[in-house]
């Protein structure tokens, strides 16, 4: 029914930037909130950042400032802009959305299936 795709992972040294992406597609009413979590190996998922479709965000202290998100709400993607990475940046980064599908009666979380963002010299 929906999907959401991932792309723009990848190796960087510190200091550098890398851009994420996340599509949804599929039996989609609308989009609600948008997002991107992670989890580093043997940590907890956690919230990177949020937007609504209003535009409203949340950010992790840990990458405020550092990081933007963003959407562009026609192509149903999201975005994670991420600058000055640092080692503690590696995870896997999953995109989350909340969408209603069909007639827009039913909502729920959707998640994508991750990509590997590594910072290392």
């Known amino acids: 029914q929906v999907q959401l795709v991932e792309s723009g992972g990848g190796l960087v040294q510190p200091g550098g930037s890398l851009r994420l992406s996340c599509a949804a597609s599929?039996?989609?009413?609308?989009?609600?909130?948008m997002g991107w979590y992670r989890q580093a190996p043997g940590r907890q998922r956690e919230l990177v950042a949020t937007m609504r479709s209003s535009g409203s965000t949340i950010y992790a202290d840990s990458v405020r400032g550092r990081f933007t998100i963003f959407r562009d709400n026609a192509k149903n993607t999201v975005y994670l802009q991420m600058n000055s990475l640092k080692p503690g940046d590696t995870a896997v980064y999953y995109c989350k959305a909340v969408i209603a599908i069909g007639t827009g009666t039913v909502k729920a979380d959707y998640w994508g299936q991750g990509t590997q963002v590594t910072v290392s010299s």
């Open positions: 599929g039996s989609i009413f609308s989009i609600s909130v």
